[in-house]
């Protein structure tokens, strides 16, 4: 079984800063593309930041020059760096991850891995 845990959600003031933290574990026996997604009430659940394997981004323009995702391979954990928060950046923000893993049966699988949500509330 592979587990996506995420940390470092909260509240806080326009302007101010938050960095999310996702770690993956379980049979991993590599981890492909990872990112982050948000889903605001009202609205559909959108890609904020991903990163491949290599450590290529790419960001949605919403979040351009504010967010910076990284990654550190050797703590199966991916990042992200929220500076300049805005009161629309407010929602459940979601780690997902490719993961190539060994299934039930012993034979190494890729699969999409979502974490649990962590909610970030951006005040005016």
């Known amino acids: 079984q592979v587990q996506l845990v995420e940390s470092g959600g909260g509240l806080v003031q326009a302007g101010g800063s938050l960095r999310l933290s996702c770690t993956a574990s379980g049979s991993i026996l590599s981890i492909n593309a990872m990112g982050w997604y948000r889903h605001a009430p009202g609205k559909q659940r959108e890609l904020v930041a991903g990163?491949?394997?290599?450590?290529?981004?790419n960001y949605a323009d919403s979040v351009k020059g504010r967010f910076t995702i990284s990654r550190d391979n050797a703590k199966n954990t991916v990042y992200l760096q929220m500076n300049s928060l805005k009161p629309e950046d407010t929602a459940v923000y979601y780690c997902n991850a490719y993961i190539t893993a060994l299934s039930v049966s012993l034979h190494p699988a890729e699969y999409s891995y979502w974490g649990q949500g962590t909610q970030v509330t951006v005040s005016s």
């Open positions: 990163i491949t394997s290599g450590g290529s981004t």
